[in-house]
């Protein structure tokens, strides 16, 4: 029974504890405190819900000068450093609201602005405090050359981390807009390490000649033989519009549309011709004559029967016409492209 009670005893302590923590926590002690200005953080962002144009603006504004001062004044009334600098940790988690605050915008709150500036905000908030002289008059004043050199140090290491938080976005972005590079080999690159397993084979580059395939068939299958040499004669221009056509179409999306070209090749054969279509690559590439794809077409003379009046009866009358049978698969071909015939 005794050690039931001092249990119970023991958990009242505990819970009366925890109460009154929360209660400090939350209960200002004064009015002038911090939590003063997160509450009326959260009364203006209340209202601001409310009202709407600019007053809504205005508010909100307000919202935010509130949480950015309760939250700088907490983290500062005690501060705990960062490990191995003197930077507080109330100093980071200003400088995130501070970022936030500056570089949002209407669609969303967090932008890759906010985040890559959130370290050198974050260095210059540690600093203010040692420009500024306390007292009965605060004046600017300048920090003894020791201190100098710690922000110097802090506020350098704190803007190559946000150049190097931009440099992922930047090649994060490339790698969106320009996913044929991710069909490229980094194992030479010092600065670039792709975690993900390279591309066999460049996926827009199969799809204009995919795309393509079907259009050059039905341009030149069971037409005139004479008809069709014209074409190929003239394949160079009509086969580059074509291509430039199904890159317009069907990669939009893609900033790298502009270094994909498409361009024919043809020899003659023993029957006709093999018409060889090159989607080709224009951009970066670890390879220094770069790389295309190709998707090759045999083109050959058959006899097509056509019925037509020239007498009172029907006669057959035998015409030539072209066959198209393309390759399945497109196949990589590292180097340049072969030259025009």
């Avoid at 799809?207 to 014209?230: D, F, G, M, T, Y």
């Avoid at 291509?243 to 502009?258: K, P």
Wanted: net charge negative; with cysteine.
């Amino acid at each position: 029974m005794v050690t039931i009670f001092k249990d119970l005893l023991k958990l009242f302590s505990f819970t009366a504890g925890l109460y009154e923590g929360i209660r400090k926590l939350i209960i200002p002690t004064r009015a002038y405190s911090w939590q003063t200005f997160i509450y009326l953080s959260i009364f203006s962002w209340a209202l601001s819900s409310l009202a709407i144009g600019y007053v809504s603006n205005i508010i909100g504004f307000c919202g935010w000068l509130f949480l950015i001062t309760g939250t700088a004044w907490y983290t500062t009334d005690d501060p705990l450093r960062v490990p191995g600098t003197f930077m507080p940790v109330g100093a980071v988690i200003t400088g995130f609201l501070v970022s936030i605050f500056l570089f949002r915008d209407p669609e969303r709150v967090m932008t890759t602005r906010s985040i890559v500036l959130w370290p050198t905000i974050s260095a210059l908030i540690t600093a203010f405090p040692d420009f500024i002289e306390g007292g009965e008059k605060t004046k600017a004043k300048i920090p003894q050359p020791a201190i100098r050199e710690k922000i110097i140090i802090l506020v350098a290491s704190c803007t190559l981390l946000s150049c190097w938080i931009q440099f992922y976005f930047v090649m994060d972005n490339w790698f969106t807009q320009y996913p044929s590079l991710l069909a490229d080999s980094f194992n030479r690159s010092t600065i670039v390490w792709s975690m993900e397993e390279p591309q066999e084979i460049p996926k827009n580059g199969v799809l204009i000649l995919e795309q393509l395939q079907p259009i050059v068939e039905k341009e030149l299958a069971n037409r005139p033989w004479s008809e069709v040499e014209k074409w190929l004669i003239d394949a160079q221009q009509q086969v580059g519009n074509l291509g430039r056509e199904v890159i317009n179409i069907h990669l939009a999306e893609f900033e790298e549309r502009e270094l994909w070209r498409v361009e024919p090749r043809i020899t003659n054969t023993q029957a006709g011709y093999r018409l060889d279509l090159l989607s080709i690559w224009s951009g970066p590439s670890s390879n220094p004559q770069g790389y295309y794809l190709q998707k090759s077409c045999r083109i050959d003379p058959i006899a097509s029967s056509s019925s037509t009046i020239v007498t009172p009866t029907q006669a057959e009358i035998k015409n030539t016409v072209a066959e198209v049978e393309c390759d399945r698969v497109s196949k990589l071909v590292a180097g340049a492209p072969p030259p025009q015939q």
